[in-house]
């Protein structure tokens, strides 16, 4: 593509060099670079990609954007200095992918918890009705079936206009995506042109870059000025009523949904089991029996918040139940791990305190025996939350394990101290064990006949970090290994 159609729409302050070249590649990590290449110089957390030009030059590029000014003495390097160079990788690369999101209806699902099951079920609404889907989010990318890992819940803009280019040309005709509030402020989906918008809640995360829960909900809000076509809001959630009053002055129509509050689409009648959770899905169209295979009230939630999205799109009643009850559960999202034993176990992904009270007042419902939780918080991130879950898993669990989960570059007996603190608060039985694999096999080990297992806060990860190391670490296999050696 020409250079000078990629950087249309640019804030461009200044210009060195040619636009008249062609460009065949975008990258913003120079040791991606090749031959006829644009590299966009970010400043990004760890790294500044302003210090990797020369690299990017040599490897091939032959087109520069920054943000701050540099000097480049090869006159055959086009330099490109902009207000802002995340802005501007969203752009070139929309404009590189020929905007790939105007080509198909964009659902963007953002808020703290339930994300990703949410997009799961509105996958399974939409192609029980054959209307052919993708997806993007945290447990990877999924385009005809196949699974594309990615690193971040929502990717970096140029890998999002990749997939959407690829969507489109598998003939994809919607895409369903995690917008995380990350993605928001860093401008990664900026040139996503949203249909849809869905907020799930809001509760505490992310403090450690957003800083105030203030700043973290302003945040999520940017999608909801983003969408074109409808809004659809949790108005059970205290921040979901706010969101409602703050765009209920622009032209996009809201849809509501909850268990509490009056709302466009609703539940009734629920009745929760070990297998589920059955409700009737009422909606300004009819109401319909839904028997969900996922347990737990905010299954329910996610439940109404993709339904709300098949009514938007004029589905059948019949087509959302039946899309609805397709869905058997999502990795790391209340998994139960087969054990055939006479104690369960169950991986969540709940790592933020809201999330953990969901999960077990989830599981408080039609637990039998014990609820043992093994537990940690993740390093290098919000520290005030720590103590937060220590008390919330204290307050529901009759025993606890608190270990280790992605210490990053902190010790992980301080992080697990941190935790404790709120443990201590509500006198819970609980036992530190740093490493995570022998907390799994203690847990189990130890279990009792109708014991609830919970390995809390990996959920889909099948790793664990340590510094700068990515270290295999899969609980589904430590559980079924474990078992084997008992068997033993």
Same mark, same amino acid.
């Given at each position: 593509?020409?250079?000078?159609?990629?950087?249309?729409?640019? /804030?461009?302050?200044?210009?060195?060099?040619?636009?008249?070249?062609? &460009?065949? *590649?975008?990258?913003?990590? @120079?040791?991606?670079?090749?031959?006829?290449?644009?590299?966009?110089?970010?400043?990004?957390?760890? #790294?500044?990609?302003?210090?990797?030009? /020369?690299?990017?030059?040599?490897?091939?590029?032959?087109?520069?954007?920054?943000?701050?000014?540099?000097?480049?003495? $090869?006159?055959?390097?086009?330099?490109?200095?902009?207000?802002?160079?995340?802005?501007?990788? @969203?752009?070139? @690369?929309?404009?590189?992918? $020929?905007?790939?999101?105007?080509n198909m209806e964009m659902i963007g699902i953002t808020g703290t918890n339930g994300k990703t099951t949410i997009t799961y079920l509105v996958q399974?609404?939409?192609?029980?009705?054959?209307?052919? #889907?993708?997806?993007?989010?945290?447990?990877?990318?999924?385009?005809?079936? /196949?699974?594309?890992?990615?690193?971040? #819940?929502?990717?970096? @803009?140029?890998?999002?206009?990749?997939?959407?280019?690829?969507?489109?040309?598998e003939k994809i005709e919607y895409c369903v995506m995690e917008v995380s509030s990350h993605s928001l402020d860093l401008k990664r989906v900026m040139d996503c042109n949203f249909d849809v918008g869905i907020f799930t809640n809001l509760s505490r995360d992310h403090l450690d870059y957003h800083e105030t829960i203030?700043?973290?909900?302003?945040?999520?809000?940017?999608?909801?000025?983003?969408?074109?076509k409808c809004n659809i809001i949790n108005i059970d959630d205290f921040y979901g009523q706010k969101i409602v009053k703050k765009i209920s002055s622009i032209d996009t129509p809201i849809l509501t949904y909850g268990i509490r509050e009056s709302s466009d689409i609703y539940a009734t009648n629920i009745e929760y089991h070990s297998r589920g959770v059955d409700f009737?899905?009422?909606?300004?169209?009819?109401?319909?029996?839904?028997?969900l295979n996922i347990p737990g009230e905010f299954s329910i939630y996610n439940s109404l918040a993709a339904a709300s999205c098949g009514y938007f799109y004029g589905i059948e009643l019949e087509t959302i139940k039946n899309g609805l009850e397709a869905?058997?559960?999502?990795?790391?999202?209340?998994?139960?791990?087969?054990?055939?034993?006479?104690?369960?176990? &169950?991986?969540?992904?709940?790592?933020?305190?809201?999330?953990?009270?969901?999960?077990?007042?989830?599981? /408080?419902?039609?637990?039998? *025996?014990?609820?043992?939780?093994?537990?940690?918080? *993740?390093?290098?991130?919000?520290?005030?939350?720590?103590?937060?879950?220590?008390?919330?898993?204290g307050k529901y669990a009759d025993f606890l394990i608190v270990t280790s989960d992605n210490p990053r570059y902190e010790e992980p007996e301080e992080i697990i101290d941190d935790v404790v603190e709120g443990v201590k608060k509500v006198n819970a039985n609980y036992i530190k064990i740093v490493d995570r694999k022998e907390a799994i096999e203690y847990?189990?080990?130890?279990?009792?006949?109708?014991? &609830? &297992?919970?390995?809390?806060?990996?959920?889909?990860?099948?790793?664990?970090?340590?510094?700068?190391?990515i270290i295999p670490f899969d609980e589904r296999q430590i559980v079924l290994d474990t078992l084997k050696k008992l068997d033993n």
């Open positions: 593509m020409e250079l000078e159609t990629l950087v249309k729409g640019l /804030e461009i302050e200044k210009i060195n060099g040619s636009l008249d070249k062609d &460009i065949v *590649g975008i990258c913003y990590n @120079s040791r991606e670079t090749k031959e006829k290449y644009l590299f966009v110089a970010i400043e990004g957390f760890k #790294t500044d990609g302003h210090k990797y030009i /020369e690299d990017a030059i040599k490897r091939g590029a032959t087109a520069i954007i920054v943000e701050k000014d540099v000097e480049i003495l $090869d006159e055959d390097i086009t330099l490109i200095k902009v207000k802002d160079s995340r802005a501007s990788l @969203s752009k070139v @690369s929309s404009n590189f992918y $020929d905007s790939p999101s105007k399974s609404i939409l192609e029980c009705a054959d209307r052919k #889907t993708g997806i993007i989010g945290t447990i990877g990318s999924v385009i005809n079936g /196949e699974l594309k890992k990615t690193e971040n #819940t929502t990717p970096e @803009s140029l890998v999002i206009q990749k997939y959407l280019h690829d969507m489109h040309r203030e700043n973290y909900f302003n945040a999520k809000l940017k999608l909801f000025y983003m969408t074109s009737v899905l009422n909606t300004p169209k009819g109401s319909i029996d839904i028997n869905v058997k559960g999502v990795k790391g999202r209340f998994e139960l791990v087969p054990t055939d034993r006479d104690f369960t176990v &169950i991986i969540d992904f709940a790592h933020t305190p809201d999330g953990l009270e969901k999960v077990l007042t989830a599981i /408080e419902k039609f637990r039998e *025996g014990r609820i043992v939780v093994v537990f940690g918080a *993740g390093g290098n991130r919000d520290k005030t939350k720590r103590p937060i879950m220590g008390e919330t898993v847990a189990i080990k130890n279990a009792k006949p109708k014991d &609830i &297992i919970l390995l809390a806060g990996k959920g889909h990860e099948t790793y664990t970090i340590i510094k700068d190391n």
